[in-house]
């Protein structure tokens, strides 16, 4: 898989920018990570501010890595959407203030003299679990993102697949239920509403707000408490036979299910690969989630899917745009 003419160079840098942190690694061709460093992001500071974190935070690690310049092939950068991936500009980036139209690729190639990689995060995910993690050796995989949000990457033949104007894969925004509730995107019903980690959350808090009860949870509309409270306990909640959770928790595998069914009678995938902090749960996830998919997709697809764990946990964003210096998608 790797392009042989490139390990003349043999680390690359991956970059994850999110709202909250930066993210660097240099990384090895094998997807060993060399050196890692987290940064808060403070993008309330700006977009000029936030540009020159990316640079300070890449420049510091090559140094602590202590590695030539000259060993290292270029620059990835995972990045929230919209993007424009092939002018290697950031279109919009609601997280990040004052981010429109940002030709981030031409900044840090101007600063570092170095090839550099722009990609959407969720996309960056997909291709580290196929390169290094669960999907290696896959050719036709989809990846789901389930954090605050939820993202999506597809594969397709061995390429990432991106859609007429790089826009493809916006998995979370499904609409799984026409009369569910609002989205953060203004629609209704979409799969982020039900089982991303804002969406339980925002559900449960609303149950709460209509009186209904629950044996472990009361917040007395403290939404600053309730906001500190974590997946982890809802989940054990649920596990203890809290109807309110255990409802709420069921649905939100329920409509993953769905979202996955309609995407295995769509493409047709080999593997579909869950990565994020509702993925601790292991089987207690997957075996329920199966069994929604089983019910719902055609048996042939369902009969030839995996649906698993990512393996690389936070890191496959990062290990997936370093990789795109050795393993080109397109």
Same mark, same amino acid.
Do not use: C, H, Q, W
């Given at each position: 898989m790797v392009d042989k003419k490139n390990l003349e160079k043999k680390y690359s840098i991956g970059v994850d920018l999110g709202g909250t942190n930066i993210v660097s690694a240099i990384v090895n061709y094998q997807g060993k990570i060399v050196n890692r460093l987290k940064v808060p992001t403070l993008s309330e500071r700006g977009k000029e501010a936030t540009i020159k974190r990316i640079i300070e935070t890449i420049h510091e690690n090559i140094i602590q890595s202590t590695i030539a310049i000259d060993d290292i092939i270029g620059i990835g950068i995972g990045a929230p959407g919209p993007l424009d991936v092939k002018r290697g500009i950031i279109n919009f980036a609601p997280n990040l203030h004052g981010w429109r139209d940002v030709p981030l690729r031409k900044i840090l190639e101007d600063e570092f003299n170095m090839k550099v990689v722009l990609e959407n995060d969720a996309n960056a995910a997909a291709w580290g679990e196929r390169c290094f993690g669960a999907g290696q050796g896959v050719n036709n995989l989809v990846c789901f993102t389930l954090g605050t949000g939820i993202g999506g990457g597809i594969i397709i033949n061995g390429k990432i697949y991106h859609g007429n104007n790089y826009g493809a894969a916006e998995l979370g925004h499904m609409t799984v239920n026409k009369d569910g509730p609002r989205c953060n995107c203004g629609n209704y019903g979409c799969l982020e509403a039900y089982s991303s980690a804002t969406g339980i959350k925002n559900r449960i808090k609303n149950r709460l707000k209509e009186g209904i009860k629950s044996k472990f949870l009361n917040f007395d509309n403290d939404d600053e408490l309730f906001e500190s /409270?974590? =997946? +982890? =306990? !809802?989940? #054990? $909640?649920?596990?203890?036979?809290?109807? =309110? $959770?255990?409802? !709420?928790? #069921?649905?939100?595998?329920?409509?993953?299910? !769905?979202?996955?069914?309609?995407? $295995?009678?769509?493409?047709?995938?080999?593997?579909?690969? /869950?990565?994020?902090?509702? $993925?601790? #749960?292991?089987? +207690?996830?997957i075996i329920p989630l199966r069994g929604e998919v089983k019910k719902r997709a055609f048996y042939s697809n369902y009969k030839s899917l995996k649906i698993v764990i990512g393996k690389l946990g936070g890191n496959a964003g990062i290990l997936g745009v370093a990789a795109l210096l050795w393993i080109p998608t397109k």
């Open positions: /409270l974590r =997946l +982890k =306990l !809802i989940f #054990e $909640t649920a596990r203890k036979g809290d109807k =309110l $959770t255990k409802n !709420i928790v #069921e649905e939100a595998i329920s409509y993953l299910g !769905i979202a996955i069914a309609n995407i $295995t009678n769509i493409l047709n995938p080999e593997m579909v690969v /869950l990565v994020g902090g509702i $993925t601790n #749960e292991g089987d +207690k996830l």
